[in-house]
């Protein structure tokens, strides 16, 4: 299973671009890349899954390099509904879970 | 997105009585269903895989006659905590996918269960 490393936390202010880099240098052949946002006590809710090159859906990008070993999800002009523990994690193909690393708490402040 | 639904979202027991949850896929068909549990300030943690008509795959340390799993359908699956005590409270989410590779996994609400 792919490990991702992310950082802890991050602050931002209101209407500003957030930008969340995940690594995951063992990434295999066929994993994708998926983003959750989780809200206390309630489930992880899907944000956007890519394999490679650009994605982008109506709340967020998610950029990946050609290597794969890294990702970033981007957030545009956040609120401060934006606060959250937002998890990065690769795999979960055919039966596979997905294994959840420690998150990024993102602190968004007025 | 696809919906997955938890029931029920909060349960208080008794210490020695047995708690069922169940999870459920809206509006897809989940041949695999997955039981996380969560503790305060932490990450989920994989309890198990339960493949629709198949016997759950338990992680390591999880005890497989303490949280009891049942796919019996592919829009069903059930955790018993048989027994509770309170060191078993805790937030307990299910997530369900598809059959497909790519299928993304989609998380139930979460039950927050505890046990006095």
């Known amino acids: 299973l792919a490990k991702t490393t992310q950082p802890i936390s991050m602050d931002s202010y209101e209407g500003q671009e957030v930008n969340i880099t995940c690594s995951h240098n063992?990434?295999?052949?066929?994993?994708?890349i998926t983003w959750y946002q989780q809200f206390p006590s309630q489930g992880p809710r899907f944000i956007i899954q890519?394999?490679?090159t650009k994605v982008t859906n109506e709340v967020a990008s998610l950029f990946i390099p050609a290597d794969r070993k890294s990702s970033t999800l981007s957030l545009p002009r956040v609120s401060l509904s934006d606060t959250a523990v937002y998890y990065c994690?690769?795999?979960?193909?055919?039966?596979?879970?997905?294994?959840f690393g420690s998150g990024t708490r993102l602190q968004v402040q007025p | 997105g696809a919906v997955v639904s938890q029931h029920p979202s909060r349960v208080i027991c008794k210490s020695g009585t047995s708690v069922k949850i169940e999870c459920r896929s809206l509006?897809?068909?989940?041949?695999?269903m997955f039981w996380y549990r969560q503790f305060p300030k932490k990450s989920l943690m994989l309890m198990a895989t339960?493949?629709?008509?198949?016997?759950?795959?338990?992680e390591q340390g999880v005890e497989k006659d303490k949280f009891l799993i049942n796919h019996a359908s592919l829009t069903l699956s059930t955790l018993t905590v048989t027994s509770a005590h309170p060191e078993d409270s805790s937030f307990y989410i299910c997530?369900?996918?598809?059959?497909?590779?790519?299928?993304?996994?989609?998380f139930g609400p979460g039950t927050r269960l505890t046990v006095l």
């Open positions: 997530s369900a996918k598809g059959a497909g590779d790519t299928d993304t996994q989609y």
């Open positions: 994690l690769v795999g979960g193909g055919g039966r596979r879970a997905l294994t």
């Open positions: 890519g394999y490679k």
């Open positions: 063992n990434i295999a052949t066929n994993d994708y």
């Open positions: 509006d897809f068909q989940a041949t695999t």
């Open positions: 339960s493949n629709e008509g198949s016997k759950a795959t338990y």
